[in-house]
């Protein structure tokens, strides 16, 4: 959690589920293979770098479309997130796969060109003014060229030195990265493979991932309350709302998020936003009684908004107060690390 | 997430979702029967056929 430089430590967990990743990625590149020879009819004949050219090309389109449903899933059901802690393992296999297609593909068709693989790759068909026949080698090759940012940046070390607001902001190209993927299987494998299976594939890879990143983006997000301060205080709710452990999210009109959480008979209220990548700290809980973030596991201290030593990261953190049983938060931020005195639930209202 | 960061999102997928849509359309719409391969000369494709 701090923001030095350190190497990336792999848990058991971590462990076993690279190498579950690992195992998928070869059962999925040889059981395409069998499936592909399976199904190619008389007349057809496939090189096994064809083969593979599309085995890989296949799966990089799959594991994006996954990676991509990971995020609104996590909000649907706590299964997701062990999913989330390690999406960018994900994306980075994602980056790999799609340079061997690349390459598979720039070697096995522009190769043997005059003129530079790469150079050929891009030159050799002009045709931007057609659909069926429209270079879509440059929509996978910018695409590639995103996944490769995202890969090479993936690391705590450049989310500390960017800054969580400039490093999301990177990270956020992937669904421009998504939306030219799709372009360049819709304007390259469907238009001349004939084999339904490629268009369900894609049609219903999109249409989940755009039906879940809209239901993401304008439902599952909103806050549980929007308030306007009546006498500069925010109203809560009654105490008796908030779940042992468990936050409200506020959101006052024009400001930051405020997570109001209740751990026993104490009402704190804190950021809503993650110092790590932004993280909606509301929507975690309290684990060995400190706030933990439910997209990577940081934590901060609720009573003063600072993770735990030896780390070093702060949040701002705000007054509360009950009256007659009803929450209320000041929503002027105190600066990041301020301890706050909680406020006491009553017994009566537990 | 961030205020920014939520916002921006949204205005993403306001502009990807009716994008992946169209592009999915006219790529099927425009789908040729049978593949047509322009550097082949026509003899060839007639052949082929």
């Known amino acids: 959690m701090a923001h030095g430089y350190k190497a990336v430590t792999w848990t058991p967990f971590k462990k076993r589920f690279d190498a579950w990743m690992l195992a998928g990625v070869a059962v999925y590149l040889t059981g395409f293979s069998a499936a592909s020879s399976l199904a190619t009819t008389d007349g057809e004949s496939f090189t096994p770098v064809q083969m593979l050219i599309r085995a890989t090309g296949t799966l990089a389109f799959l594991m994006l479309t996954f990676i991509l449903c990971i995020g609104p899933m996590a909000r649907l059901t706590p299964r997701f997130k062990p999913l989330l802690y390690n999406r960018r393992h994900l994306g980075v296999t994602t980056f790999l796969i799609a340079l061997v297609h690349a390459g598979l593909v720039t070697l096995w068709y522009h190769g043997f060109s005059d003129i530079n693989p790469i150079v050929s790759l891009l030159v050799s068909n002009p045709r931007y003014d057609s659909i069926s026949g429209f270079p879509f080698e440059s929509l996978g090759l910018i695409a590639l060229l995103i996944l490769f940012l995202m890969a090479a940046t993936s690391h705590d070390f450049w989310n500390a030195n960017l800054g969580p607001g400039l490093w999301k902001a990177v990270h956020m190209s992937v669904y421009g990265a998504y939306v030219l993927l799709v372009a360049h299987v819709a304007l390259g494998a469907i238009q001349f493979e004939k084999h339904p299976a490629y268009v369900v594939l894609l049609a219903s890879g999109a249409a989940i991932v755009t039906a879940l990143q809209l239901y993401s983006a304008f439902f599952a997000s909103g806050p549980d309350a929007k308030t306007r301060p009546t006498d500069g205080w925010l109203e809560v709710g009654s105490a008796a709302d908030i779940p042992d452990s468990r936050a409200i999210i506020l959101e006052p009109e024009g400001a930051e998020r405020i997570a109001v959480f209740r751990n026993g008979n104490k009402v704190h209220a804190v950021s809503n936003v993650c110092r790590h990548q932004g993280g909606p700290l509301g929507e975690g809980r309290i684990i060995d009684g400190c706030i933990t973030c439910p997209w990577h596991g940081f934590q901060y201290r609720p009573e003063d908004g600072r993770s735990p030593e030896p780390f070093t990261e702060r949040i701002s953190t705000y007054e509360t107060q009950i009256r007659d049983g009803i929450i209320y938060v000041n929503p002027r931020p105190l600066a990041p690390g301020t301890p706050v005195t909680p406020s006491l639930i009553e017994e009566a209202v537990r | ?49």
Do not use: Y
């Open chain 2, 1 to 49: 997430m961030k205020r920014a960061h939520r916002t921006a999102h949204r205005s993403i997928w306001i502009i990807a979702a009716p994008l992946l849509v169209c592009v999915l359309i006219a790529a099927l719409a425009c789908r040729q029967e049978t593949p047509l391969n322009d550097t082949l000369p026509g003899v060839a494709v007639a052949e082929a056929h």
